[in-house]
């Protein structure tokens, strides 16, 4: 599967996510909106990286979780 196609499945997934991989080949994603200091305080991150797309989708998928129950 191409770059281009992973990056928008990923986005797909996660709307209030900005998705993108660097040039040295980490995948990245920031959130759209400010974190709150629940959000802070229960360990939200406003950007998370990962060696490759399976990991920041957990990742991803773990930060979800923890937004939603600060």
């Known amino acids: ?3 281009d196609r ?4 990923i986005a797909r997934e996660f709307p209030e996510w900005t998705i993108w991989r660097s040039d ?3 995948w990245w ?4 909106h400010p ?6 305080a229960a360990g939200c991150a406003m950007t998370i990286d990962a060696d ?3 990991g920041l989708r957990e990742l991803l998928r773990e930060q979800e979780a923890r937004a ?3």
């Open 1 to 3: 599967m191409s770059l």
């Open 6 to 9: 992973r990056l928008a499945e």
């Open 24 to 26: 040295a080949g980490r």
């Open 29 to 32: 994603a920031t959130r759209h």
């Open 35 to 40: 974190l709150s200091s629940a959000q802070r």
């Open 52 to 54: 490759e797309p399976d």
């Open 68 to 70: 939603a129950d600060p």
